[in-house]
């Protein structure tokens, strides 16, 4: 019985620490050397600087408004 609760407790501790992706310590996100730190920091801004557009884009927010008073045509021309 004793055996069987070691164990259990044992299977816990790794699905709430290791099977998410947590760690009981932080683990470091950037790369230590400055070149790779600084090319992984320039990717994750320039993402964090699109998904405002993509946000627009997946929500058809980056159409024109047809509840104007004026004609408004979505597509290339006059």
Same mark, same amino acid.
């Given at each position: ?27 470091? @996100? ?6 790779? =730190?600084?090319?992984? *920091?320039?990717?994750? &801004?320039?993402?964090? @600087? ?6 627009? =884009?997946?929500?058809? *927010?980056?159409?024109? &408004? ?13």
């Amino acid at each position: 019985m004793r055996k069987t609760f070691v164990i259990f407790a044992l299977l816990l501790f790794a699905a709430v620490f290791v099977g998410d992706g947590c760690a009981p310590v932080p683990l470091p @996100r950037y790369a230590a050397a400055p070149q790779v =730190r600084v090319e992984e *920091l320039l990717t994750d &801004s320039e993402n964090m @600087r699109m998904i405002g557009q993509e946000w627009e =884009r997946f929500w058809f *927010l980056d159409q024109p &408004s047809h509840l104007t008073p004026w004609r408004t045509h979505g597509g290339l021309g006059p």
